[in-house]
């Protein structure tokens, strides 16, 4: 079965551009795809997921991806699969938005996003992440299987 995703969502999430492109109810839970834009110096907390591997596949820009403590930078046309359990925190190093497609097998990171991002309707620019933001995104984490880890000094959330 075949089928045209034109319902994409964008939302403010964590204070990166993330667009839902095919989510858990369009496969059945098998997986979803989302792409990401984020600024340059944002970061995620690092945190990992119970549920799901994650592969990561930069499309422009670099990101530094810190995976159980040790740091890899991608660049474009790369990628990083990332085990259930896998401690990690994706830091955008470079100068400019970096852009990167984010595949989760099962779906449910996507319904995450929706829980604590902010619905855009139209391609518009970031904002500071809030405080209420952040604690936003740390109360729904637990109800989708992803433990945010306190952050260390040069680790927080940006």
């Known amino acids: 079965m075949s089928a045209i995703h034109a319902d994409a969502t964008d939302y ?6 993330t667009r839902i492109h095919v989510s858990g109810a369009h496969t059945g839970d098998a997986y979803c795809v989302l792409e990401i834009a984020s600024p340059a110096g944002r970061a995620t907390p ?17 990101l530094k991806v810190v995976v159980d ?13 990332l ?19 984010v595949i989760c097998v099962p779906a449910g990171f996507d319904r995450f996003v929706e829980a604590c991002g902010d619905p855009q309707p139209a391609p518009a620019g970031l904002h500071e992440l809030t405080a209420a933001a952040k604690a936003r995104m740390v109360e729904a984490a637990g109800r989708f299987g992803i433990t945010i880890h306190p952050p260390a000094a040069a680790c927080e959330m940006r």
Not at 12 to 17: A, L, T, Y
Not at 51 to 59: A, D, K, N, Q, S
Not at 69 to 81: D, F, I, Q, R, Y
């Open 83 to 101: 085990a259930r359990g896998e401690r990690h925190q994706l830091i955008n190093v470079g100068a400019h938005t970096a852009r990167y497609l």
């Open 12 to 17: 403010d999430f964590g204070g990166s551009r």
């Open 46 to 62: 690092l945190h990992h997921h119970d549920r799901e591997e994650e592969t990561i596949v930069i499309v422009e820009g670099e």
């Open 69 to 81: 403590g040790a740091p890899k930078v991608l660049h474009a046309g790369e990628s990083l699969t």
